[in-house]
């Protein structure tokens, strides 16, 4: 009897020990090489996140040379990190089969970068200046909308930018396009000044961005594997935020070495001080909110300002079921 038991007990180990250890297999492909804009994803493989969510993650970075959204598509990858709405919403008018289910970024980090002492204070200013550096995606659609929402905008000051700071550094009466938590670094530190700073959501431009994406037959069919993934991802943003992130940077740095510890140490702080990660919704029911009235208002002012056709079901491409729940609020010091 004794034998049974010590062979029951000891299959039944055995058991409990497989299941604990049989994770799912996850590939998440982000849009742009490895940056602290990614970092909840790789403090929640640093920390075991994931692993506690049954998960065992692979984050396949993105860069010049990467397709990641095709391999979604493909289904050799799992999620995608979309950049903004206006991603999801040309995929519907393509026809595209995709679905948000999460975004980490209340706030899109798009911004315009001036030089000090120009007479600019509001952002209504811009359109005083001559020269606006913008790539040409941005001139056909947050250009568009700036034209729609505020007067003064016109197309003469388009100037194509080349990912290189040069002509706006020589000009101080231009601005140029930027993401908030990278470019000023670069400015201030090879143009020794502070620039001036005009976050396009702070004016009105309300898409959510850094969305989690799917194929929408993946998510109906893995709703708990979705669901996992979208909870420990933001668990993950939460501790990268506010707790021990040192591991998680090192990975960062492993998949990108021309990462600074400096502009990591500016993203994340210029990610908590302009709220991109924490604001709106995602105060009160946590990262990674969603809601419909924010998401028909963003719709509302694209096809006021003609970047997007109007009688688009926006609900078909984007899902709140697996957000908005409050999940990791506790871990917010």
């Keep these: 009897m004794r034998i049974l038991q010590t062979i029951g007990f000891t299959a039944a180990t055995l058991l409990a020990s497989t299941s604990a250890y049989a994770l799912d297999e996850v ?18 493989v640093a920390d075991g996140t994931y692993e506690k969510y049954g998960l065992k993650v692979e984050i396949v970075q993105g860069g010049p040379q990467a ?8 289904g050799k990858i799992d999620f995608y990190m979309a950049g903004n709405m206006l991603q999801p919403l040309n995929a519907l008018a393509e026809d595209i089969p995709v679905l948000e289910v999460a975004a980490i970024f209340q706030k899109d980090p798009q911004v ?16 005083k200046l001559p020269t606006i550096f913008m790539g040409k995606d941005g001139f056909a659609s947050y250009f568009q909308w700036m034209k729609s929402a505020y007067e003064g905008f016109r197309d003469e000051q388009y100037k194509p930018y080349t990912f ?26 090879e143009g020794g000044f502070k620039p001036k700073l005009f976050l396009l959501a702070d004016a009105g431009f309300e898409t ?25 991802t933001i668990i993950g943003w939460y501790n990268y935020l506010y707790g021990d992130n040192a591991a998680a940077n090192e990975l960062i740095k492993k998949d990108n070495p021309e990462m600074t510890d400096g502009q990591l140490a500016f993203s994340i702080e210029t990610m908590k001080s302009f709220g991109l990660v924490e604001s709106g919704e995602a105060l009160e029911k946590g990262i990674g909110c969603m809601t419909d009235e924010h998401q028909k208002a963003f719709y509302d002012s694209m096809v006021k300002a003609g970047v997007v056709k109007e009688g688009i079901d926006i609900k078909a491409i984007y899902t709140t079921e697996f957000v908005c729940k409050g999940v990791g609020m506790d871990l917010k010091k």
Excluded: C, M
């Design 27 to 44: 590939k998440f492909g982000t849009n742009w090489l490895a940056q602290a804009e990614h970092g909840g994803y790789y403090q929640a």
């Design 67 to 74: 397709a990641n959204r095709a391999l979604l598509l493909a």
């Design 112 to 127: 315009l970068i001036a030089h000090p002492d120009q007479g600019l204070e509001k952002f209504e200013d811009l359109a």
């Design 164 to 189: 290189n700071p040069g002509p706006f550094l020589a000009d101080k009466q231009s601005a140029q396009q930027g993401y908030i938590t990278s470019e000023p670094y670069a400015i201030e530190t």
């Design 208 to 232: 959510y961005s850094t969305l989690i994406e799917g194929r929408k037959d993946f998510v109906e069919e893995n709703k708990d594997l979705t669901q996992r993934f979208v909870d420990a």
